[in-house]
């Protein structure tokens, strides 16, 4: 038996699962465990004027035209 860790990295989400996969046919695979971690967009981060890593709303982010990332 061999463990695998897939990923799914997404725009707004990450998704995950963790397979126990057959390496003979006396073994049987199976998903251990799997879920989505969804990314919170209330406050994004950005690199400020000094270099600097600062939150803040995006609408107001995006008038004052600062690129913006949740995963900064």
Same mark, same amino acid.
């Given at each position: %038996? ?7 990295? !997404?725009? $707004?989400? *990450?998704?995950? $699962?963790? *397979?126990?996969? $057959?390496?003979? #046919?006396?073994?049987?695979? &199976?998903? *251990? #465990? /799997? ?9 994004? $981060?950005? %690199?400020?004027?000094? !270099?600097? *890593? /600062?939150? !803040?709303?995006?609408?107001? %982010?995006? &008038?004052? !035209? ?7």
């Amino acid at each position: %038996m061999k463990f695998i860790l897939g990923l799914d990295p !997404g725009i $707004a989400s *990450i998704g995950w $699962a963790l *397979i126990l996969e $057959a390496e003979n #046919d006396n073994e049987k695979s &199976r998903i *251990i #465990d /799997s879920n989505v971690v969804k990314v919170d967009f209330d406050n994004f $981060a950005y %690199m400020n004027a000094k !270099g600097k *890593i /600062s939150e !803040g709303k995006p609408i107001e %982010m995006f &008038r004052k !035209g600062l690129t913006v990332s949740p995963n900064l």
